[in-house]
C-alpha cells in the first residue's frame, strides 16, 4: 500500500518561504506524474503543481512565479519551494499522483498558515 508523508509546513509572515517535502513508501516517484494540492478551510481542494516523468511542469495561475516544483530521484522526494507567500496560500498541502484519474490515499497533509 503506498503511503504518502508530507512535512515542512508551518507559520510564515507573508513574503516569506517554506520547502515542503513529500516522501512514500511503495512506489518511485519517477514513474509517475506527481503533483501538490491544497485545501484552504471551508474550500475545496485545489491543484498547485505538478511535474511529470519527463520533467515537465504545470502550475496554478495563482502560484505561478512563486512556486517551484521538483523531484530528487536519490532520495525519492518531491519537493515545492514556495516564495513570496501570501494569507490566501494559507492551506493544507498534500502530494498525489498529478492528472486525471484516480489518487493514492490522501497523506496528512501539512499546514501552511501565512500571516503577519
Known amino acids: 500500500q503506498v503511503q504518502l508523508v508530507e512535512s515542512g509546513g508551518g507559520l510564515v509572515q507573508p513574503g516569506g518561504s517554506l520547502r515542503l517535502s513529500c516522501v512514500a513508501s511503495?512506489?518511485?516517484?519517477?514513474?509517475?506524474?506527481m503533483g501538490w494540492y491544497r485545501q484552504a478551510p471551508g474550500k475545496q481542494r485545489e491543484a498547485v503543481a505538478g511535474?511529470?516523468?519527463?520533467?515537465?511542469?504545470n502550475y496554478a495561475d495563482t502560484v505561478k512565479g512563486r512556486f517551484t516544483i521538483s523531484l530528487d530521484n536519490t532520495k525519492n522526494t518531491v519537493y515545492l519551494q514556495m516564495n513570496s507567500l501570501k494569507p490566501e496560500d494559507t492551506a493544507d498541502y498534500y502530494c498525489?499522483?498529478?492528472?486525471?484519474?484516480?489518487?493514492?490515499?490522501w497523506g496528512q497533509g501539512t499546514q501552511v498558515t501565512v500571516s503577519s
Open positions: 511503495g512506489i518511485i516517484f519517477s514513474f509517475y506524474d
Open positions: 511535474i511529470t516523468t519527463g520533467s515537465n511542469t
Open positions: 498525489n499522483l498529478w492528472g486525471p484519474g484516480p489518487r493514492f490515499q
